[in-house]
């Protein structure tokens, strides 16, 4: 089997997971990944994760030319946003509408700066800080700019009343580490308001300096 269709399969197989276990819910979520030679495939708009058809994820060429597959999410300014500002570091892009994320944006208390607490060593080795972004319409270009004014600084971000969007080295690493992210903001609503026993600043430094993460 060709990398190509290697790519959709694993696409699809992955896509189907985060539905099945409630991770995005309906026609909800997106998926793009890189092959070897740049081309990007992406998940159709309006598909649901749980019936995705491998032969019907949109193609683009390295100029961003569609050359196959259906209509692409209408969510590709963001995707296109971490490949630009991340190059050699992004090989695959997940947004999800996961509720405890989305739940989590909500709340008035939480750091826009680093939106999770630091309650376990994997939340911060997986992700580094997280960035809660202001609600933008479904959609909208500004999305993108607004993660182009990162800098390439983060590899994860939030949409208020929206959900989450991870970029990975490849497919396999950007869906782990989105699963982390739910997990932690489900973590953080459970212990939210019992005064949980957070990792101390030294803590945090030695799991950065350890595991070369990003913490700017």
């Not at 992004?90 to 909500?106: D, P």
Request: proline share 6%; with cysteine.
């Amino acid at each position: 089997m060709s990398e190509e269709a290697l790519l959709r399969e694993d696409i699809c197989r992955m896509a189907k997971s985060l539905y099945d276990r409630g991770l995005t819910a309906g026609s909800s979520g997106n998926i793009s990944a890189r092959l070897s030679d740049g081309r990007l495939l992406v998940t159709p708009t309006g598909s649901s994760f749980g019936r995705l058809d491998p032969a019907r994820l949109a193609c683009f060429e390295v100029d961003g030319k569609q050359t196959g597959g259906d209509k692409p999410t209408k969510e590709m300014p963001l995707h296109s946003a971490f490949y630009e500002t991340r190059p050699g570091k992004t090989g695959a892009v997940v947004h999800l509408h996961c509720s405890h994320c989305v739940a989590l944006s909500l709340l008035p208390e939480v750091d826009p700066d680093n939106m999770l607490p630091p309650l376990t060593a994997y939340s911060i080795m997986k992700l580094g800080k997280v960035k809660l972004l202001p609600y933008f319409m479904p959609g909208d270009p500004a999305m993108g700019d607004a993660i182009r004014g990162l800098a390439g600084k983060r590899s994860a971000v939030m949409l208020a009343a929206h959900g989450p969007v991870v970029a990975g080295k490849d497919l396999e690493a950007a869906v782990y580490a989105i699963e982390e992210l739910e997990e932690t903001a489900r973590l953080a609503l459970l212990t939210r308001g019992a005064n949980p026993d957070l990792l101390s600043a030294g803590q945090i430094e030695q799991i950065v300096r350890t595991y070369d993460v990003e913490w700017d």
